[in-house]
């Protein structure tokens, strides 16, 4: 055999022992069994409520036809949870039943160690997961049959949430010294899945089918990121070394204030021959010439991608408008006032039109985001300058259609105080994108843990240094000189 096939051969081989131990076990057999015949039966009484009861006394008939393909994504959902029992001790079992030696010990690589573990835990689940869909269509007893393309969907999806769950468990099998500490942490995967079964549902009822293809995709690249993530993070040097789990916070610091600093500078003139009371502008000088301009540097790739959202932001708010014009009448800049301005803070989820409360705003939103990037690998982060921004393009194709010059609207409304917010907005993005995207993708020589406080680091510098200031020279803008300028353009 080739060189390839022997390697496909060793891999194989693990998935098979992996699968062994899987089959000896009931604990993992019996839920598999209970998840994929019961709970189908359930969901088939469930149905024939909903079918005969529910719509007869509310009036919804034909709601089933949205309804009954949730119930599919359910049954395929909770037969596959079991991954996670078995991901999760994919490595911290073998340590703790002294087996896992041998295995690290043998010749298999760790690209071989990471994927058998992998695709040994994925197996069972899918089958059971198809199985399951299977049996409730078969006793289903409805008018209504889903399509092929419905059931492919439902097939998809339920692969990949079950990659995502797995990819998930098995980095944190190999990063925890005990199977009780593995299965506290497993919340952390379980519960973003069963949110997003919800906001499936509420999607699927809104928009139909085709929506869920969006939320394939949105899988598949988490699923690329977290095998990436795994494979990076994997070490079998550190499983055996670690004997137990400890939260080094003086390390953490130390490793924060080291790359917090930057070096004094001043036009390249040494400290020595500046007056005492000039010095201190050597580090004022060495953070926005020479620090700022290295953050970005390193944040380049993150920056593409940022800027790659505010593309995409101007095609979602396109075809938004396209598809849910604004009627000319609710575009009434004819007739606009001080009352308008006056009126923003009636408006529940709008902060207060004034300096603090547009301030507190924009900094909380930004702040957010660097929290939901770390957790998403920097998507999330994204996500949230895309929501604006779409909303403001959304808004500037009714006002062309409706006979006004978009751009004089735009340089209106926008451009005044945009010209500060949007580049710190778009700086600050970029950060949180580094802070998430770290965790796959360190930089090179550096730990995944360096790197990520190389990256917070550098997002606080930023933050307090050129974000902050920026943001308060908008809000200031936008409270005091926006207005002006939309009542000079638009008003009576």
Excluded: C
């Excluded at 700086?427 to 770290?438: C, D, F, N, P, Q």
């Amino acid at each position: 055999m080739s060189g390839y096939q022997v390697w496909i051969w060793q891999t194989w081989n693990l998935v098979r022992r992996e699968l062994r131990d899987s089959l000896r076990d009931w604990r993992i057999l019996f839920p598999i069994f209970a998840m994929t015949v019961i709970f189908p039966l359930l969901m088939r009484f469930a149905t024939s409520y909903l079918e005969t009861s529910f719509y007869e006394r509310w009036g919804a008939e034909g709601v089933q036809i949205r309804l009954l393909p949730l119930m599919l994504l359910l049954v395929g959902f909770l037969p596959i949870s079991v991954s996670l029992v078995i991901a999760l001790e994919s490595f911290v079992g073998e340590k703790e039943r002294l087996s896992l030696e041998p295995l690290l010990a043998s010749p298999l690589s760790d690209l071989q160690l990471y994927l058998g573990k992998l695709v040994a835990s994925l197996l069972l689940p899918w089958l059971a997961g198809a199985t399951g869909i299977a049996f409730y269509l078969l006793i289903l007893q409805s008018a209504w049959r889903p399509s092929p393309l419905v059931i492919l969907q439902v097939l998809l999806l339920t692969m990949a949430k079950a990659l995502v769950m797995v990819s998930g468990a098995v980095i944190v099998s190999s990063h925890t010294t005990s199977v009780r500490a593995a299965n506290l942490l497993s919340s952390f995967l379980i519960v973003p899945v069963a949110l997003l079964i919800q906001g499936e549902s509420l999607m699927v009822l809104y928009h139909g089918y085709s929506i869920l293809w969006y939320v394939f995709l949105f899988l598949i690249v988490a699923n690329i990121l977290l095998v990436r993530m795994g494979f990076r993070l994997f070490n079998r040097e550190a499983l055996l070394g670690r004997e137990i789990d400890q939260l080094d916070l003086r390390g953490g610091w130390r490793l924060f204030r080291k790359h917090l600093v930057w070096p004094w500078w001043f036009f390249g003139l040494p400290r020595e021959r500046l007056p005492r009371a000039l010095r201190p502008l050597g580090t004022l000088v060495g953070l926005y010439l020479r620090e700022v301009p290295a953050v970005v540097g390193r944040s380049r790739l993150a920056l593409l991608v940022t800027l790659l959202g505010l593309v995409g932001a101007f095609w979602i708010g396109r075809d938004f408008a396209l598809r849910f014009p604004l009627p000319a009448e609710y575009l009434p800049l004819n007739r606009i006032d001080e009352s308008v301005f006056r009126n923003v803070p009636a408006i529940g989820f709008l902060p207060a039109f004034t300096f603090r409360g547009v301030l507190e705003n924009n900094i909380r939103a930004l702040l957010l985001a660097s929290l939901l990037g770390t957790l998403s690998f920097g998507s999330l982060a994204v996500v949230l300058l895309m929501a604006p921004l779409a909303i403001i393009f959304y808004i500037a194709f009714p006002v062309a259609w409706a006979g006004y010059n978009p751009f004089v609207f735009l340089a209106a409304f926008v451009l005044p105080h945009g010209v500060f917010e949007l580049p710190a907005a778009i700086l600050a993005t970029a950060l949180a994108v580094r802070l998430g995207a770290t965790f796959v993708a360190p930089p090179r020589g550096m730990t995944v843990g360096e790197g990520w406080f190389q990256a917070l680091a550098d997002f606080v510098k930023v933050f307090l240094g050129l974000v902050i200031p920026l943001l308060a020279l908008a809000a200031w803008i936008e409270v005091t000189v926006t207005p002006a300028l939309v009542i000079a353009t638009y008003g009576k």
